[in-house]
């Protein structure tokens, strides 16, 4: 065998044991003022995506199994698929040397919003999709406390209908919410009763972020304010664009300021409870029930955030674990070029492990 091509299947071997997480979301307003669309993202998404499953990496993705424009799991669902019957049409070339096993996709998915995905929609995506549902006992939400699945309307969208769902409901979903990120982060264990082994779902070892709500929001904190907050302080390698605004855009400008600089105002409670008036609705329902154990309020997030944040300020490239110098990853956090982007988190993805990341 070619030694090259011996050397590509060992990297490719190591790289099915990294599940990379990717933090995204549409945010029109920021994007346009940048000169930037829709498609502008998804073409940066498969930039950032295609070399990371060739290698074998799989990836990590807590968007809704839901055919819409701002929505990108399908996209994935899409890319990972292509991917997986290119490199079986190589293999049934013959070129089986050179054939590198494809990463799968890993969605999460929590309560109530898994209550949507059909049986058939699951089975479609069987062989490039492992969704993950969390529940809410896996949450840690008491017997007594939980809503039957019976009980729930699957077409509620508690994202855009708060004002209209019920108390518990609403709060529990916050929960669940938060608890899948936490749990994706951390890996978990699956037990089914039809399956006699239990299925072990590995940890985010590398999470890349950019765009994300600010407002409007589901939980008790934005998305990717809990996400980079869990990853700072587990010490996981981060990549943060910056410059395609959202809630990336915020804590980027919270890390590239001197220490000691006041904070941008969306690392505030008060600000989230003036903007996003359903946030106000979720800090009332908390007085119903204790959260639980691990599940962050908005207030107690927020510090540890902006805790985080501080301590990172000091030495970026050794706090974000980017495998960058300082410079680069700075310029990783402020550009808007999107082939510059992709290629620093590739560079920084070889320098933290050569053997295990794809050329871009």
Known sequence: MNPLVKAQRIRSRAGAHRLIALSLSYERAPLLARGFGLE????????????????????????????????????????????????????????????????????????????????????????????????????GITPDGRIPDGDVDPACDPERDLANLPRKLALNGAICL??????????????????????????????????????????????????????????????????????AEVIARALLAPPGTPLPEPLNAGWHITNTPRLDTLRKLQGMQPLPFGILDTETGLARLRAAIEQARAGLPQALKTGLDDIETRELMETRDMRRAAALVHKGLAQNDPSEVPAA
């Open 40 to 139: 502008h993202l998804r073409e940066l998404l498969v930039l950032l995506a295609r070399p990371l499953l060739r290698q074998g990496a799989s990836l990590a993705y807590g968007g809704r199994l839901q055919e819409r424009n701002d929505n990108f799991t399908f996209d994935l669902l899409r890319l990972v698929s292509a991917e997986q019957d290119e490199a079986a049409e190589r293999e049934k070339s013959g070129g089986t040397d050179d054939v590198q096993p494809i990463g799968r996709l890993y969605n999460y998915s929590a309560w109530p919003h898994y209550l949507r995905i059909t049986p058939a929609l699951e089975a479609r995506w069987i062989n490039s999709c492992r969704i993950i549902r969390i529940d809410q006992a896996m949450a």
């Open 178 to 247: 938060s608890a899948m990120r936490r749990m994706a982060m951390d890996g978990l264990a699956l037990t089914s009763p039809d399956v006699p082994r239990t299925e072990s779902v590995p940890p985010v070892s590398i999470r890349i972020v950019l765009g994300g709500r600010l407002s409007g929001f589901s939980g008790f904190l934005p998305g990717i304010f809990e996400e980079v907050l869990l990853t700072l302080e587990r010490g996981v390698p981060l990549y943060l664009m910056g410059g395609f605004g959202g809630a």
